[in-house]
Nanobody, 119 residues
Framework: QVQLVESGGGLVQAGGSLRLSCAAS????????MAWLRQAPGKEREFVAA????????SYTESVKGRFTISRDNAKNTAYLQMNSLKPEDTAVYYC????????????WGQGTQVTVSS
């Protein structure tokens, strides 16, 4: 049974930093892409960043480029999202999710972690 467990959310002032972690277990993840998505109150869930676990290829939504960095530690089956220069509009529940490379839909989801950025 695949499990994704997020941690690292919290309350931070604007301009501050947080690092989210997503620990995956339950199978091997070769050929998978790990993503972070977020959902703010009253808004649809949106893509934030993703990384291909095999080769480290990354992508980001425009609004976080230069501020957020996604990385992974394959030995620990863990992905990270380093978030710097946080803004109040980054406030959301952040989810990690896994999908096979080449698929559109995500196969597995974490439970989410709250990130709140105060102004």
């Amino acid at each position: 049974q695949v499990q994704l467990v997020e941690s690292g959310g919290g309350l931070v002032q604007a301009g501050g930093s947080l690092r989210l972690s997503c620990a995956a277990s339950g199978r091997t993840f070769a050929g998978f892409r790990m993503a972070w998505l977020r959902q703010a109150p009253g808004k649809e869930r949106e893509f934030v960043a993703a990384i291909t676990l095999d080769n480290g290829l990354t992508s980001y939504t425009e609004s976080v480029k230069g501020r957020f960095t996604i990385s992974r530690d394959n030995a620990k089956n863990t992905a990270y999202l380093q978030m710097n220069s946080l803004k109040p509009e980054d406030t959301a529940v952040y989810y990690c999710a896994l999908r096979r490379v080449g698929k559109i839909e995500y196969d597995y989801w974490g439970q989410g972690t709250q990130v709140t950025v105060s102004s």
